[in-house]
């Protein structure tokens, strides 16, 4: 997922198609903290092909990640006010239940596009769906763009 540097919340949820126990979550983001900021000469344009070698994605600073039953209400599962990005584990205290899993960034580290380039869900598949089943591709929410593999991989 990209957003396209609106600096507007930005999220993405998945949809596990039947309620699950969560144990872990992985997001990866294609950007981390030890990455030098991009900043254009004279003349680049994101369009162009040395500028775009160069562009650096941001990472949420502060962002959220819930879990719903319903899509209608939403439980706090993780939440950061000091994002570094890269590839961040998400383990609850104890398992939790649902259906979907959503990550909201909140507030991201430039104002470059945010880059989410993995999602994944780990806990108890259950009978429904073998372990390691690809759900499919992200939906145009939110301002969120592009395919991305999401994955829901029994321990």
Request: proline share 7%; aromatic share 8%.
């Amino acid at each position: 997922m990209r957003d396209q540097g609106t600096g507007r919340p930005q999220w993405v949820s998945v949809d596990l198609h039947a309620v699950r126990r969560i144990s872990w979550i992985r997001l990866t983001f294609e950007g981390d903290a030890s990455e030098p900021l991009f900043a254009p000469s004279a003349g680049d344009t994101p369009d162009s092909g040395a500028a775009a070698e160069r562009i650096r994605w941001s990472h949420p600073l502060e962002f959220v990640v819930e879990t719903s039953t319903d899509h209608c209400a939403w439980t706090s599962v993780y939440r950061t006010a000091a994002g570094t990005g890269g590839v961040v584990n998400i383990q609850p205290l104890r398992p939790v239940e649902g259906r979907w899993v959503r990550m909201t960034s909140l507030r991201r580290s430039s104002s470059h596009p945010l880059g989410l380039s993995g999602f994944e869900v780990y806990g108890a598949a259950g009978d429904s769906r073998p372990a390691g089943a690809v759900l499919g591709a992200l939906l145009d929410r939110g301002g969120l763009r592009g395919p991305a593999v999401i994955r829901a991989v029994r321990p």
